[in-house]
């Protein structure tokens, strides 16, 4: 009930106007994405970089967090 | 702004990435180890090739490595997801647009493609089909996730004629139904158990939702009061 000083307060953005989203989407989306990929599938159906070490590396983590493996 | 939600998500995910980290020791690797177990009693004999990384880095470094990398990663698109939905899905606060994202991410990005697919220990699989599984959960992920969008889309349209609660049920069910349509006609997992302990394989699945539950809980929570400082409290409309 008792807001103190609400004369003062800038007013909040309640949206964020798409365009301003849609760069960060872009750029962030496909590189967060690859994180994901290397994590769930980098050696195992698909390889970027030759050999297992990636996939034995983050084997536990492939299995637990429920992406197939092998 | 959406620079400053990005970090904060990635932050939040991070957290919850070693949270979950905590939770797969406790709950994971046993069952992994089990598995493993068996994989090696039933191994045909294989040249035994020497070990790229040990059982103690895997369940260890490696696992540490994977939930955070994923948590940041997760979290990071976390981050985008509360950008477009906040004030949009409804007229809902910082944190409880966070709370709604996390069950609705929990869900669609994990619950319902598991449900399909579920995760498997090793010993449980079949190399021959990895790609084709692999495959086949990621766009499991991706339709599941753009049915979530449309599900979310569509009870906001219709909150207009028909009120927020019918429209939510609306779109709830219509979610399900397209899912099950989904479900129905994407092949069944291709794996084989053979002998593998059914005890065991229950232990492991159930460890894998408590983990990735764990995670997201965590990433909902932590990022709605991170959020909030970025956009402030919910304004007070009173005239």
Sequence with gaps: MATQAPAIVAPHPVTIPFREILPWVVFAGIILSMFV???GAE???TSMISGTWVHEFVHDGRHLLGFPCH | MVRSLLIRGMLAGLVAGMLAFVVARLIGETPVELAIGFEEQHAHEHEEGAELVSRATQSGLGL???TAVFGV???GLFALAFAVAHGRIGSLAPRATAAVLGVVGFVSVYLIPFLKYPANPPAVGNPNTIGERTGMYFLMIAISVLFAIA?????KRAAVRLGEWNATVLAGAAFLVLIAVVMWLLPAAD???GEFPAAVLWEFRI???GIQAALWVVLAA???????RVLGKPRVVRS
């Design chain 2, 207 to 209: 460890a894998s939702i």
């Design chain 1, 37 to 39: 990929y290397f994590v």
């Design chain 2, 222 to 228: 932590g990022f709605g009061p991170l959020a909030e």
């Design chain 2, 191 to 193: 794996v084989s158990t």
């Design chain 2, 151 to 155: 599900a979310m889309v569509l009870r």
């Design chain 1, 43 to 45: 050696q195992g159906a």
């Design chain 2, 73 to 75: 990663a997760i979290g």
């Design chain 2, 64 to 66: 540490a490595v994977a």
